[in-house]
């Protein structure tokens, strides 16, 4: 069976880093025009650097929670596809190994001319002065509000392939990746956890609510496929 696990800000929750939209629709105290758009990058490069940092360091700390390995142990027994909108790497740290980042990693930088060109950053911080091998200031590998989205036609291929599609932890809201759920085939059985559940999922009236943590919700699913 091929498992195809669609996870958001949520899942990361009970590992310490905050979802996007719990606090008035501010990302960690700022307005996402702020920081996380090409607009912000043009005006003042330095916040949006500084901003980053200290979400790549606060990650860099966390820990990989019961979620994220129990969605690991599924490969155990089941071709398992993680899709996430996180630009976290708990999933892989976890040990999951087929993992597609809708938007981006933030443990990575690119260059803000070239975003083919994309290095690991060694430890929390990208300066300004920071330089790619075309001399061009690096930048966060991350998709920022207003930019294309390069990974969902990879994504959109794995969804129409899933015999099982898990959604974890993300409100529904951020497009394209939102509309992921709609390429998935009609006769899949397709399953949301978030303890949100059942306001988030009015549109989708075919998804089955777990109104749950990830950290209750995804370890008791997981143990029913791996013992059926
Ligand atoms: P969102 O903040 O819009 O929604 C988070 C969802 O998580 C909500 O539905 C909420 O009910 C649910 N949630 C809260 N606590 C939970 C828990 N313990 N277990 C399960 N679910 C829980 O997040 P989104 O839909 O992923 O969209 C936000 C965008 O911001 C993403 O595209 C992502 O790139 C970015 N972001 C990433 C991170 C990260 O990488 N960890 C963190 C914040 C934001």
Same mark, same amino acid.
């Given at each position: 069976m091929h498992i195809v696990i669609f996870t958001g800000a949520g899942i990361s929750a009970e590992s310490g880093l905050k979802t996007f939209r719990g606090d008035h629709g501010l990302w960690e105290g700022y307005r996402v025009e702020d920081v996380a758009t090409p607009e912000a990058w043009a005006r003042n490069a330095e916040l949006v650097q500084e901003f980053y940092n200290i979400r790549r360091r606060a990650i860099l700390e966390a820990q990989p929670n019961e979620a994220h390995k129990a969605i690991a142990l599924l490969e155990e027994k089941h071709q398992v596809t993680v899709i996430t909108q996180n630009i976290d790497n708990l999933h892989e740290r976890a040990g999951s190994t087929n993992i597609v980042h809708l938007h981006g990693l933030i443990t990575k930088s690119q260059s803000s001319i070239d975003p083919t060109l994309i290095y690991d950053i060694d430890g929390w911080e990208l300066k300004i002065?920071?330089?790619?091998?075309?001399q061009s200031q690096l930048r966060p590998h991350v998709v920022w509000f207003g930019?294309? %989205? *390069?990974m969902i036609s990879i994504a959109i291929g794995i969804c129409k392939q899933a015999d099982l599609f898990i959604i974890v932890g993300?409100?529904?809201?951020?497009?394209p990746a939102a509309s992921?759920?709609?390429? %998935? *085939?009609?006769t899949t059985k397709k399953i949301l956890i978030d303890p949100a559940a059942d306001q988030l999922n009015k549109n989708y009236e075919e998804i089955i609510n777990v109104s749950a943590k990830a950290c209750i919700g995804v370890p008791m699913l997981v143990k029913e496929l791996l013992s059926s």
């Amino acid at each position: 069976m091929h498992i195809v696990i669609f996870t958001g800000a949520g899942i990361s929750a009970e590992s310490g880093l905050k979802t996007f939209r719990g606090d008035h629709g501010l990302w960690e105290g700022y307005r996402v025009e702020d920081v996380a758009t090409p607009e912000a990058w043009a005006r003042n490069a330095e916040l949006v650097q500084e901003f980053y940092n200290i979400r790549r360091r606060a990650i860099l700390e966390a820990q990989p929670n019961e979620a994220h390995k129990a969605i690991a142990l599924l490969e155990e027994k089941h071709q398992v596809t993680v899709i996430t909108q996180n630009i976290d790497n708990l999933h892989e740290r976890a040990g999951s190994t087929n993992i597609v980042h809708l938007h981006g990693l933030i443990t990575k930088s690119q260059s803000s001319i070239d975003p083919t060109l994309i290095y690991d950053i060694d430890g929390w911080e990208l300066k300004i002065g920071d330089l790619c091998e075309k001399q061009s200031q690096l930048r966060p590998h991350v998709v920022w509000f207003g930019e294309a %989205v *390069p990974m969902i036609s990879i994504a959109i291929g794995i969804c129409k392939q899933a015999d099982l599609f898990i959604i974890v932890g993300t409100s529904l809201q951020v497009y394209p990746a939102a509309s992921l759920v709609n390429y %998935v *085939p009609s006769t899949t059985k397709k399953i949301l956890i978030d303890p949100a559940a059942d306001q988030l999922n009015k549109n989708y009236e075919e998804i089955i609510n777990v109104s749950a943590k990830a950290c209750i919700g995804v370890p008791m699913l997981v143990k029913e496929l791996l013992s059926s």
